[in-house]
């Protein structure tokens, strides 16, 4: 069962989320200005909801810059793009300090990391420095410059693109940058129906504009769902089912002799607690009181297809990450 298919459910509003219709209003209208990318847009959510970052992969032209403006025109947040290019510079994301002739004193500028929602577009062209910069942005919430910290604001969400297609003139990103995106997710072209209601809607703005939502939310609302989230219980058997899971991506041998030695390095703990997480506001985002085995399987993949690392072997012989996770959803048993 898909996430689509799950957050579709018409039953989603009947649990005890009092919030469910506004949060059906605003997946509808997200989905009705972006054709064709459903999943990817419910992760999007979920990841809003969780409070983590997003890490996107997809070939250029799949709406990814329009998702992350329909979202930040939805919520009333502001939003920004960042190009990352090989020249980009540390103070091109955190601001600087600028000399005041007229005070004789230096004054911060911020740059555009202060703001809600930060488009990173092929965050992997940027050089070690960049990443350096963004990476205590995502991982502390706040920004450092020369010997001045400063608080970035309480709604903060990287959203960050990958060109699968272009690999020369990039570098990789590291480990640790890796790990601080909540969910790796991957955006597919749409199929034949929707381009064609992509065509129609693209005609449609052009001759009139775009749709403005008829309801509000607002950041308040945002936190108010993430507090709801937070509650949605987790049995003691689905948390032995997520920890189960985890130590299988460092042990995967356990399950079976033809996954040895596949995986270098299984998912860190930061890794448990993001299923964790984004189970819990895949129940409540179908109106569930508690979370099952299919929450957590619904967004495994997302969660941890960038904290493994595959063997020499593994990757010369075509095995996919999720392949792997593939594998493992069969073997790990449900308590």
């Known amino acids: 069962m898909n996430i689509h298919q799950n957050l579709s459910d018409p039953r989603a509003n009947d649990g005890p989320n009092a919030s469910g219709d506004q949060l059906e209003r605003l997946r509808g209208y997200i989905n009705s200005q972006i054709v064709g990318q459903s999943a990817f847009l419910d992760k999007l959510l979920i990841a809003l909801l969780a409070d983590g970052h997003v890490l996107l992969e997809g070939a250029p032209g799949l709406a990814k810059t329009k998702a992350v403006n329909t979202l930040a025109a939805a919520i009333h947040c502001d939003d920004r793009r960042i190009q990352f290019t090989p020249d980009l510079l540390p103070t091109d994301l955190t601001g600087t300090d600028v000399f005041r002739p007229g005070e004789g004193t230096f004054e911060f500028v911020e740059g555009p990391l202060f703001h809600n929602l930060i488009l990173a577009d092929e965050i992997n062209r940027a050089p070690a420095k960049v990443q350096s910069a963004l990476l205590e942005a995502m991982a502390e919430r706040q920004i450092t410059v020369g010997q001045s910290t400063y608080k970035l604001p309480d709604l903060f969400m990287v959203l ?42 693209v005609r449609g703005e052009a001759m009139h504009g775009r749709t403005e939502p008829d309801f509000t939310v607002t950041p308040a609302t945002i936190f108010g769902w993430r507090a709801a989230a937070l509650k949605t219980h987790v049995s003691k058997a689905l948390e032995d089912y997520i920890l189960q899971f985890v130590f299988a991506t460092r042990k995967p041998e356990t399950y079976g002799n033809d996954l040895s030695g596949l995986i270098a390095f299984g998912a860190s703990p930061r890794g448990t607690i993001a299923l964790d997480r984004c189970a819990r506001v895949h129940a409540f985002m179908r109106g569930s009181e508690f979370a099952t085995p299919v929450d957590v399987q619904a967004v495994v993949h997302d969660v941890l297809r960038h904290r493994l690392i595959l063997n020499f072997e593994a990757e010369a012989d075509g095995v996919t990450k999720d392949q792997v996770i593939d594998e493992l959803l069969k073997r790990v048993p449900v308590s």
């Not at 693109?161 to 969910?183: C, K, S, V, W």
């Open 160 to 201: 960050a693109t990958q060109n699968p297609i272009e690999q020369e003139g990039t570098y990789p990103l590291p480990e640790a940058q890796l790990d601080r995106f909540l969910m790796h997710v991957k955006v597919d072209y749409p199929d034949l129906e929707a381009e064609r209601q992509i065509l129609a809607l």
